[in-house]
């Protein structure tokens, strides 16, 4: 859609779906830091790769289109991080998951729970982010078939 200065206005949300696409890259970029830092299983660190490259395509439907099924499977995505990591944060006895073959301490070494609060808050934000995208995007086809 052209404006009358005969600049290009877009026809919906542009900041969301930027801020989301972002997050979604953040996210990817993550799985793939940790799985390069190699402090988990080799098995693991495939899965992350893997879990990377499936979230890659949709950030940039996210960007160029705010696509709905991108949105749908990175809200159903980072509920599903949300989920395992809490899983393995409350598993270790709120400590975080086990790294490496370090000898057992009596002192609760809090770094593995810090870093997947981190995860879980950077999740919990992605699937908002993309659930209230879709929403946005809802509404308003809802107001152009109502007009």
Known sequence: MTTTTGGVQSAGPVLHPRICAALTAVSCLVHLWVAAWGHHDAWLGVLMIAVAAICIPCTFHIW???????????????????ALHSVLLLGA????????EGRASSVVDTSGAAGLL??????????LLAATLVARLRR???MAAAS
């Open 64 to 82: 160029r289109h705010s696509r709905v099924g991108a949105l749908h499977q990175v809200t159903v995505s980072a509920v599903a991080m949300i």
């Open 93 to 100: 006895g709120g400590a975080g998951h086990a790294h490496g």
């Open 118 to 127: 981190l995860v879980i808050g950077l999740e919990i934000t992605t699937a």
């Open 140 to 142: 308003r086809v809802q």
